[in-house]
Nanobody
Framework: QVQLVESGGGLVQAGGSLRLSCVASGGDFRRSDMGWYRQGQGNQRELVAAITSDGNPDYGDAVKGRFTISRDNDKKQVDLQMNSLKPEDTAVYYC????????????????WGQGTQVTVSS
């Protein structure tokens, strides 16, 4: 069974940076597209960024120019470098296998992990 374990969250001041990591166990990571999602309190889960199996990134409008997604297929790991953080970035961040894009949208296709909490103070 495929498991995803996210790490790297924490409390940071506005303008600061964090780097999230997600490690997959099992599954065909090398051939899979991956995505980072987030869910703030009272909000629906939304895609933050996706990366194709060959390393092409795609970003949500809210994070373009501030976040960078990357992957290491040998480690079965996908990272999210978050810079210039804002209080509105506060959320639980999750990674998942994704399919797409279809009309610009990516869809999660795996099981969710526990996520990692990111809190940005103003």
């Amino acid at each position: 069974q495929v498991q995803l374990v996210e790490s790297g969250g924490g409390l940071v001041q506005a303008g600061g940076s964090l780097r999230l990591s997600c490690v997959a166990s099992g599954g065909d990571f090398r051939r899979s597209d991956m995505g980072w999602y987030r869910q703030g309190q009272g909000n629906q889960r939304e895609l933050v960024a996706a990366i194709t199996s060959d390393g092409n990134p795609d970003y949500g409008d809210a994070v373009k120019g501030r976040f960078t997604i990357s992957r290491d297929n040998d480690k079965k790991q996908v990272d999210l470098q978050m810079n210039s953080l804002k209080p509105e970035d506060t959320a639980v961040y999750y990674c998942n296998f994704v399919a797409g894009p279809v009309d610009g949208a990516w869809f999660p296709i795996g099981s969710w992990g526990q996520g990692t909490q990111v809190t940005v103070s103003s």
